[in-house]
DNA sequence: GCCAACGTTGGC
DNA sequence: GCCAACGTTGGC
C-alpha cells in the first residue's frame, strides 16, 4: 500500500468539510497539474493519504482513504484532468505543523518541504510513520 | 500583501 | 523546440 499527501486551502476545500462527507467520500477534483495528475493515477483504493491545510494553517489534520481509483474529473470537460475520491479516516491526534516538518532532519527530503507548490504528492513510510509519531506527542 | 518558484502558453 | 511572458500557488 502506498501512502500520499493531498494538499487543500481551507476556503476551497476543508478538513471538517471531507470529514461530513463520511463514508461517501468526495472527489479530489480541480487538480490541474500533470504531476499531481499522475500520482493520482497511481493510486490503488485502500491506498492512505494526509490531508494537508496549506496556507493559513499549514499543518497535516487528518487520514483519508482511496475509495475509487482515477476516473474523469467532474468539474471539466477536458479529458486530459482526473481525479480519485477519498474519505476521511481519522483526524490525528494532533495535527503537525509544517514548521515540525521542517525542523525534522529526517523530513527534509518530503515533497512538501522540496516542492510546496505541488498539491497530491507521494509520502514514503517512513514519513508517514515519523509523521504519525509526532502527532502523538 | 509580497514575491519566489514553478508550470503553461504561444510566438518565432 | 526554444524561450519569453504570463498566471498561479503557497510560504513568509
Redesign the pocket.
Known amino acids: 500500500m502506498a501512502y500520499w499527501l493531498f494538499?487543500s486551502?481551507t476556503s476551497t476545500w476543508s478538513w471538517d468539510q471531507q470529514v461530513a462527507k463520511g463514508e461517501t467520500g468526495e472527489e479530489w477534483d480541480g487538480v490541474?497539474?500533470?504531476?499531481a495528475r499522475n500520482f493520482m493515477r497511481e493510486m490503488r483504493i485502500g491506498d492512505q493519504g494526509f490531508f494537508y491545510h496549506?496556507?493559513k494553517h499549514?499543518e497535516i489534520v487528518g487520514i483519508v482513504e482511496v475509495i475509487a481509483e482515477a476516473h474523469p474529473d467532474s468539474t471539466t470537460q477536458d479529458e486530459r484532468w482526473e481525479c480519485v475520491d477519498i474519505k476521511a479516516v481519522k483526524s490525528l491526534p494532533q495535527p503537525v505543523h509544517?514548521?515540525q516538518i521542517?525542523g525534522n532532519e529526517r523530513l527534509a527530503d518530503m515533497v512538501?518541504v522540496k516542492?510546496?507548490?505541488?498539491?497530491v504528492q507521494p509520502v514514503t513510510d517512513d514519513e508517514w510513520k515519523i509523521i504519525l509519531s509526532m502527532s502523538e506527542t
Open positions: 494538499k486551502e490541474r497539474n500533470y504531476q496549506s496556507q499549514r509544517l514548521d521542517k512538501l516542492n510546496s507548490r505541488l498539491s
